[in-house]
């Protein structure tokens, strides 16, 4: 086999065996295209390259200012590479598993007020025809109350959605499966878009004769659902209504709004972890700044010897 060859055989077992979603195996295709062609520049194979050719491809990609975290899921990929083609005995050692990568950047996720939650749901609410208006309050409303990563969210089935639900069965990453607890409002506005899409499935199918989405927010293309891009614009579009700068808004940051909302609230970080589906509680430790500030104020607020400023 050639490199392309034997990428795509890793990228099969990593469907077959590992279950990744595709967005993962699309990513590792990308990242190990990439190493793959430095290696045709240099003369060199994937099957007999050495750990230090290795940490070269990557010294060259930090020297070309790539950003750490793109650096870093580069040789994630290549890892996992190496480590399937040593188990399929292509090779007898794994020449990457020895690399460090470079250390992440401890940086805040970005998030939004609950004021400004607030505006963006009203916009949801007025922006658009009356059918437009319940898809995207409910798809801000169910967003901002389970905390879903964006592909969990334009992927629901409708089945998930039936019978007024107080939770939401999500299948995450990996195939892995949790239980989301849905808020009253984002019951009512599942209700109001379920009844307005199922008149227009069965209308379509009357006039049509199309069959009915197995989706909760349905789409023509080929998908079947809307789209993470279209949502993505979407939510661009819903921020300029509501007056909040575009650029912090994005569907991950309504995710990091739902938990830093919640654990300033008081909620568990481990309730967090699960609600967010974080297989480590380590990702969830993003937001202990935000226990970090409840605590510091608890102690302003209520110790008997603070001296407030003055």
Request: aromatic fraction near 6%; charge should be positive; hydrophobic fraction near 40%.
């Amino acid at each position: 086999m050639n490199g392309a060859d034997q990428i795509a055989a890793f990228l099969e077992a990593q469907a077959a065996e590992l279950d990744a979603s595709e967005n993962t195996r699309l990513a590792y295709a990308r990242d190990l295209k990439d190493f793959a062609l430095w290696l045709d520049r240099h003369r060199m194979a994937l099957l007999t390259v050495s750990q230090d050719q290795i940490e070269s491809y990557l010294i060259d990609l930090d020297a070309a200012g790539m950003a750490r975290a793109t650096r870093a899921r580069r040789l994630s990929a290549i890892r996992q590479f190496y480590r399937f083609a040593f188990e399929e005995g292509w090779r007898s050692d794994n020449p990457a598993v020895r690399i460090k990568g470079p250390a992440k950047e401890k940086r805040l996720p970005k998030t939004l007020s609950e004021g400004e939650v607030e505006r963006l749901l009203d916009a949801a609410r007025s922006l658009g025809r009356p059918g437009d208006r319940l898809r995207n309050t409910c798809l801000m409303e169910v967003l901002y109350a389970t905390g879903l990563r964006v592909t969990e969210l334009v992927s629901l089935p409708v089945a998930a959605a039936r019978g007024d639900p107080r939770m939401l069965l999500v299948r995450g990453k990996g195939g892995k499966e949790r239980m989301v607890p849905l808020s009253a409002p984002a019951r009512t506005a599942l209700s109001d878009w379920l009844a307005h899409r199922d008149a227009g499935e069965a209308e379509a199918e009357r006039a049509k004769g199309t069959p009915p989405s197995r989706f909760l927010f349905p789409s023509r293309g080929k998908s079947g659902h809307l789209t993470r891009h279209r949502f993505y614009l979407l939510i661009k579009e819903l921020s300029v209504a509501a007056g909040v700068s575009p650029d912090q808004v994005t569907p991950h940051t309504l995710r990091h709004a739902f938990a830093t909302h919640l654990l300033s609230r008081g909620a568990d970080l481990r309730a967090i972890q699960t609600l967010l589906g974080h297989a480590d509680v380590a990702t969830t430790e993003i937001y202990t700044h935000v226990l970090e500030d409840r605590l510091k104020e608890l102690v302003l607020d209520h110790h008997p010897l603070a001296r407030e400023e003055g």
